[in-house]
């Protein structure tokens, strides 16, 4: 049986399948209905959350037969058929009239030189050709230039679609001549509720929490979720005969530094408990987590908790419920003004980290230091000076 990765499998094949990016996909649709198509878009964004899957249907939509030849259609549905002989070809992989450009490994004068050649010639079928110039930010200003004459005065049935993850690189020159789309960071709730649909077409039992923490992982991009979903199925099913994806068996996989933990460095700063935050620092390093990594989560977890302290609620806390309750339980703990002081002090410290030696060390003074942050915060509040057992941590 050949096996194909879910990112390739579950490729949506219609503007309405495309998920979170509705500001793009309806614009899109509109200018159909309206008969005014530009020549030039720019689609940017992170990696992995639609850009070239929407340049591909809207490729396949500029050539749909049905869509050409029922106005009724054009109108109320807006999507490519998905049944004519060019939707077909483009389904297939085989339409000539979608050329896909890869300008990190092209981008030579010679290479854009080549492919204003191409451009020329009009298509054999159907009515648009559609370039989509992948990693457009990676020509060079020559190749730019070289393109600009193309872009100024286009064939009329040529579109160009460039993607790009980097729109600032791109020259004003070109970007000032096209339509430009930015692509949204995908919403962890979208991210989940795909990766449930797809556990659901393969017959795959899942933990809710445990699609969360694949979906938190992948940061916004779909396609990330999806390969890391892959993984987790095959781990899964070398490890449970069921084959059921578990919380606990997404969270060994992915090494993660679970919400207990980050809470126990909260609970030793309000503790004002040394020997706690060394155990923590102690687990970090042995259990081989990176120090880096550990203090981004840090700085979330924190962040998690101005946010509870200044919405007075947790609906911005993407974390399961019980984890919820103990943020707007713990919130109490701390002024505000005291986790944006260990905040300051952990992202300081991640720099600082990058250029030295005895790194667990410092790591673990770090920790310690926050118990000194929160509580001279606090006596300085209330007047006093801090005592002289906490000053001691702070001398070195
Ligand atoms: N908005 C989305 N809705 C549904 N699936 C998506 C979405 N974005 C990405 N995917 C999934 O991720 C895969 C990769 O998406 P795509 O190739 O469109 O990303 P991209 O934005 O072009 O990324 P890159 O910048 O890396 O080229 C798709 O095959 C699809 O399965
Ligand atoms: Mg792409
Ligand atoms: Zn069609």
């Given at each position: 049986m050949s096996y194909q990765v879910i990112a390739r499998k579950y490729r949506p094949a219609k503007f309405s399948d495309i998920t979170a990016q509705g500001h793009v996909t309806r614009t899109i649709q509109n200018s159909l209905r309206m008969g005014r198509v530009g020549h030039g878009y720019i689609f940017s964004g992170l990696r992995g959350v639609g850009k070239t899957t929407a340049a591909r249907i809207f490729a396949k939509a500029l050539n749909c037969q049905k869509l050409m030849d029922d106005p009724e259609y054009l109108q109320q549905?807006?999507?490519?058929?998905?049944?004519?002989?060019?939707?077909?070809?483009?389904?297939?992989?085989?339409?000539?009239?979608?050329?896909?450009?890869?300008?990190?490994?092209?981008?030579?004068?010679?290479?854009?030189?080549?492919?204003?050649?191409?451009?020329?010639?009009?298509?054999?079928?159907?009515?648009?050709?559609?370039?989509?110039?992948?990693?457009?930010?990676?020509?060079?200003?020559?190749?730019?230039?070289?393109?600009?004459?193309?872009?100024?005065?286009?064939?009329?049935?040529?579109?160009?679609?460039f993607a790009t993850t980097e729109l600032h690189k791109i020259p004003a020159t070109i970007s000032s001549r096209c339509q430009r789309f930015n692509f949204k960071r995908i919403p962890l709730e979208d991210i989940q509720k795909q990766l449930q649909s797809v556990c659901d077409a393969e017959h795959i039992t899942v933990e809710g929490d445990a699609l969360q923490l694949i979906g938190r992982k992948a940061q916004g991009s779909m396609r990330d979720a999806q390969s890391i979903l892959d993984q987790v199925i095959a781990f899964s099913a070398e490890n449970d005969h069921e084959g059921a994806i578990s919380y606990q068996g997404v969270a060994d996989l992915l090494n993660y530094i679970d919400d207990d933990t980050m809470f126990d460095v909260t609970d030793a700063v309000v503790a004002q408990n040394?020997?706690?935050?060394?155990?923590?620092?102690?687990?970090?390093?042995?259990?081989?987590?990176?120090?880096?990594?550990?203090?981004?989560?840090?700085?979330e977890h924190l962040r998690n908790f101005l946010v509870v302290q200044n919405l007075s609620s947790t609906r911005l806390v993407e974390r399961p419920d019980a984890v919820r309750e103990r943020y707007q339980r713990d919130a109490g703990n701390f002024s505000p003004f005291a986790v944006m002081q260990m905040v300051d002090f952990i992202m300081q410290t991640q720099k600082e980290l990058k250029f030295q030696f005895e790194y667990q060390f410092r790591f673990e003074l770090a920790l310690l230091k926050l118990i000194d942050i929160v509580h001279s915060v606090s006596a300085e509040a209330a007047g006093v000076t801090p005592p002289q057992k906490k000053k001691r941590l702070t001398s070195h």
């Open positions: 549905v807006t999507e490519p058929c998905g049944e004519c002989e060019s939707c077909r070809d483009f389904d297939s992989g085989i339409s000539l009239n979608i050329s896909e450009f890869d300008a990190a490994s092209n981008n030579s004068v010679d290479d854009i030189r080549t492919l204003r050649e191409n451009v020329r010639y009009g298509p054999q079928k159907g009515k648009y050709r559609v370039y989509i110039i992948d990693e457009v930010h990676m020509l060079s200003i020559a190749a730019f230039n070289a393109f600009l004459k193309t872009l100024e005065e286009p064939p009329p049935h040529a579109i160009f679609i040394p020997a706690k935050m060394l155990d923590v620092a102690q687990f970090v390093i042995k259990n081989g987590y990176d120090e880096q990594d550990f203090l981004e989560k840090l700085v």
